[in-house]
C-alpha cells in the first residue's frame, strides 16, 4: 500500500470508525474485531474429529464415524460459533456486512489452514443455496467466503460446482435425523468435479449433515477427494 493510499485509509477512518461487529466500538486498525472481543473468541479444538468435528475418540474420530465411511476426508471449523464470532456471522446474513466477509476468509480460514499440504490444487466449491433463498437473501455467504478463500490462497474457484436440486427448510431448531433427512439427495455435482479434490466452504456447520449431503454429490460424481473448511462450530 502507498504512501498516500495508507495516509486516505487512516483518514477515513478517522473520519468515520469502522465498528466492531462485536460490541459496537469504533475500529482504527484493519481488524474485524475490538481487543476486548478478540480475547472473548474460542478457538475450536483441533484434536476434534476430523470427519464431523464431534469429540473424538483413542481412534483420532468419533464413536459414529468410527462406524461408518463417510464421503468427507476432513471437516475443519477455526473456532466455536459464539460470541463475537456468532453476531460477526449473523452481520454478515442477515445485515449485509459485505466488509466482514474478507476478514473471515483471509485470516482465519487461509491463514490457519495454508500449511495443510491437502489444500493444495483443490478446487474451493461453496455449500449453495437454493435459488429461492439467494432470491430473498439477495447474496451468498458461502460463495463470498470461498471468493476470498481462493483469493488468498491461490486456488481455483467454482460456485456452480454444486447446486441444490430441491428448496429445504432452515436446519436450525433441528435435531440431528432430522438434519441427516432434510438435506438428503438435496445437492447435485457438476459432471466437471470428476476427478478432482474439492475444498468445500460454509460458515457455520452444526452436525455436518449439509456438508456430508453436498460431499456425497461430488463423490457420486467422481471427486476425488473432499475437504470442507467453516468458520465455526454450532453446539448441536
Not at 489452514?113 to 474451493?124: D, I, P, Q
Request: with cysteine; hydrophobic share 45%.
Amino acid at each position: 500500500m502507498s504512501l498516500w493510499r495508507a495516509l486516505g485509509t487512516a483518514a477515513l477512518d478517522l473520519l468515520s470508525p469502522r465498528a466492531c461487529p462485536g460490541c459496537g466500538s469504533g475500529l482504527l486498525e484493519r481488524e474485524i474485531f475490538c481487543v476486548t472481543c478478540e480475547l472473548a473468541i474460542a478457538p475450536r479444538d483441533p484434536a476434534d474429529c476430523p470427519s464431523c468435528g464431534r469429540t473424538a475418540r483413542a481412534s483420532g474420530l468419533c464413536r459414529g464415524c468410527e462406524r461408518r465411511q463417510l464421503p468427507l476426508s476432513a471437516v475443519q471449523a477455526t473456532f466455536e460459533y459464539e460470541g463475537p464470532v456468532a453476531v460477526a456471522i449473523q452481520a454478515i446474513k442477515y445485515r449485509r456486512r459485505d466488509d466482514l466477509v474478507a476478514p473471515l476468509a483471509r485470516r482465519w480460514l487461509a491463514e490457519r489452514f495454508e500449511a495443510r499440504a491437502e489444500l493444495h490444487r483443490r478446487v474451493v466449491a461453496p455449500v449453495p443455496l437454493h435459488p429461492k433463498r439467494l432470491a430473498a437473501r439477495g447474496f451468498d455467504q458461502a460463495w463470498l467466503l470461498a471468493q476470498q478463500l481462493a483469493r488468498a490462497a491461490k486456488l481455483e474457484a467454482r460456485p456452480r460446482l454444486l447446486r441444490r436440486t430441491r428448496h429445504t427448510p432452515a436446519q436450525v431448531g433441528l435435531g440431528r435425523a432430522a438434519r441427516e433427512a432434510n438435506v438428503r439427495s438435496a445437492f447435485a455435482a457438476d459432471p466437471s468435479a470428476r476427478g478432482i479434490d474439492v475444498l468445500l466452504v460454509d460458515d457455520v456447520f452444526t452436525t455436518g449433515a449439509t456438508l456430508r449431503a453436498c460431499a456425497d454429490a461430488l463423490v457420486q460424481a467422481g471427486a476425488r477427494s473432499v475437504l470442507a473448511l467453516a468458520v465455526a462450530r454450532a453446539q448441536p
